[in-house]
């Protein structure tokens, strides 16, 4: 069983040095009656001085369908590249009230992943005014043709969503190379909306050498927190 410990741990990564935005997302299992809880607590802690010195973007979000993982939320961790990532990882190694969140947080749920990505591309709206989410795995065999692809069909279209696309470094399932978070007020209306389902067919079409879809997951924001925006990390 993975503990909640690995916030602080170091992750051990090949030569290739992460330039873009770094996420580090992780699946919680978390028991129904604790939900509310570990909101509480994360909201509790972010008026803490080591919360409120928090740099990043993070969002807490429960998970409406991810197939047969056992997850039931997710923790997405931004920081704008990878020194800040590492400079944040110091800072609260040794920080009591970080320390006494987390002894909380071990007690109410229970890591069941750890990935980390690397951002790659981005448009639209703000990811951080994002209600719900559509998260897209995918094999891609050549990122840059992928990237150019979606751009040149996406742009035509106004936007109606927050779209990041993130390359896999660490942690990833097999086969998964990159992930595709699109944000959203409503994934009724979005799914609804004739432009994006023709702008989406196109991608699929065009794509279809170059990107295979390995997995979609839906999941709700509880709780956003910290100063970094799509903005910056775009």
């Given at each position: 069983m993975i503990r909640l410990c690995v916030f602080i741990s170091a992750l051990i990564f090949s030569s290739h040095i992460l330039a873009g935005a770094i996420w580090t997302n992780y699946q919680l299992k978390v028991p129904h009656n604790n939900a509310a809880k570990v909101a509480t607590l994360m909201e509790n802690y972010t008026k803490t001085?080591?919360?409120?010195?928090?740099?990043?973007?993070?969002?807490?979000?429960?998970?409406?369908?991810?197939?047969?993982q056992v997850a039931t939320h997710n923790l997405a961790i931004v920081y704008k590249d990878e020194s800040q990532?590492?400079?944040?990882?110091?800072?609260?190694?040794?920080?009591?009230?970080?320390?006494?969140?987390?002894?909380?947080?071990?007690?109410?749920?229970?890591?069941?992943?750890?990935?980390?990505y690397e951002h790659v591309g981005g448009y639209g709206l703000a990811a951080e005014d994002t209600k719900q989410w559509i998260g897209i795995a995918a094999n891609v065999k050549d990122e840059a043709?992928?990237?150019?692809?979606?751009?040149?069909?996406?742009?035509?279209?106004?936007?109606?969503?927050?779209?990041?696309?993130?390359?896999?470094?660490?942690?990833?399932?097999?086969?998964?190379?990159?992930?595709?978070?699109?944000?959203?007020?409503?994934?009724?209306?979005?799914?609804?909306?004739?432009?994006?389902?023709?702008?989406?067919?196109?991608?699929?079409?065009a794509a279809k050498d170059v990107r295979t879809i390995m997995g979609i997951n839906y999941v709700d924001n509880v709780m956003t927190m910290g100063p970094l925006t799509s903005a910056d990390m775009r």
């Open positions: 001085g080591a919360g409120k010195s928090f740099p990043g973007l993070g969002f807490f979000n429960a998970v409406v369908a991810n197939g047969n990532w590492e400079e944040r990882r110091a800072a609260v190694a040794n920080d009591k009230e970080y320390g006494r969140m987390m002894a909380q947080l071990n007690t109410l749920a229970d890591i069941v992943s750890e990935t980390v043709s992928y990237l150019e692809i979606v751009d040149r069909i996406m742009s035509q279209t106004k936007p109606a969503a927050s779209i990041d696309f993130w390359a896999a470094r660490a942690g990833a399932d097999p086969g998964v190379t990159h992930v595709v978070t699109i944000g959203v007020q409503s994934r009724a209306e979005y799914n609804a909306n004739p432009e994006v389902r023709q702008a989406l067919a196109q991608v699929s079409n």
